[in-house]
């Protein structure tokens, strides 16, 4: 039954609204992590773990939006999921430039080789991941929990690079158990968690500044993260590292760009994934 406006709302209603961002955490990491773990621990693949991952995480930040900020905030959230804000350019950008920085990133490493399946099948495979399974199937609805509920909040509250900042911290703790997929020896384990370490910052703020500029499009933010992701797949770099330095590149050019551009390094969010009362608090917040 709704509740009226001469009764106080419910105690889960005001702690959604008072403290959003750690109720999601505690939803989002006490589930998945849990299941993800086991699954490594019974030698069992960890993908549909991953799935069940996006699933709470896309669950949790619908349910606290709705308890917090009702429906107009839930249609606020999702309407990034569509919002497009980019342009040909941007949409080139995202879809191009982490695949062909990585391959450069092979050739001057010398571990650029033919593909197996050619060059023309290269592509076709990179497409598929970027937007059907990446793209459709995971990074928008992953996008839409990190980008829209968390990182949106994060960065009216403290800004970019703050917000950006914040946010990777906890996208490294959840990434944590895939450090141990495939039964990697412990030394193996601890690379990977030192790349995941090293990553997450620099993408976490890679997507806040694509957020910004896209005018909150979360739909802009899945697609750079579905191609991240399958940039990491690419057979003519075998090894799979070669994306990470890529990202990297592509972070500092983007700052140089927006620097160019006059655009602020550490300032900034996405006004239309806030609530306008966040708004105002957020552009009150001094330079």
């Known amino acids: 039954m709704p509740e009226t406006n001469d009764r106080p709302p419910s105690p889960i209603r005001v702690l959604a609204r008072r403290r959003p961002i750690a109720m999601f955490l505690v939803i989002a990491l006490g589930l998945s992590l849990p299941v993800t773990t086991a699954l490594l621990v019974a030698g069992q693949d960890v993908s549909p773990g991953i799935l069940f991952m996006v699933i709470v995480l896309l669950c949790a930040a619908t349910l606290i939006t709705g308890l917090s900020e009702g429906r107009p905030g839930v249609r606020r959230l999702f309407a990034g999921t569509i919002r497009w804000r980019m342009g040909l350019a941007r949409f080139v950008v995202l879809v191009a430039a982490m695949p062909l920085l990585t391959l450069l990133v092979g050739a001057l490493t ?17 497409l598929f991941r970027t937007f059907i399974f990446g793209l459709l199937i995971v990074n928008l609805w992953e996008e839409t929990a990190w980008g829209g509920f968390v990182q949106s909040r994060l960065m009216a509250w403290h800004g970019l690079l703050i917000g950006s ?36 910052p620099f993408f976490r703020y890679l997507l806040g500044t694509q957020l910004i500029d896209s005018g909150g499009s979360i739909l802009a933010i899945g697609l750079l993260h579905a191609s991240f992701n399958a940039s990491g797949q690419l057979s003519a770099v075998p090894g799979g590292w070669q994306y990470i330095p890529a990202m990297i590149l592509l972070t500092l050019a983007v700052v140089g760009y927006r620097r160019l551009r006059g655009r602020s390094f550490s300032r900034g969010f996405a006004p239309s994934l806030v609530e306008p009362t966040e708004q105002v608090q957020a552009r009150a917040v001094p330079e």
């Open 110 to 126: 010398g571990t650029l080789q033919s593909p197996s399946e050619g060059w023309l099948g290269l592509l076709g495979s990179y």
């Open 165 to 200: 900042l914040l946010t990777a911290i906890a996208f490294f703790v959840i990434h944590i158990p895939l450090a141990f997929a495939g039964q990697p020896t412990l030394q193996e384990a601890a690379v990977e968690l030192g790349l995941i370490a090293l990553v997450a």
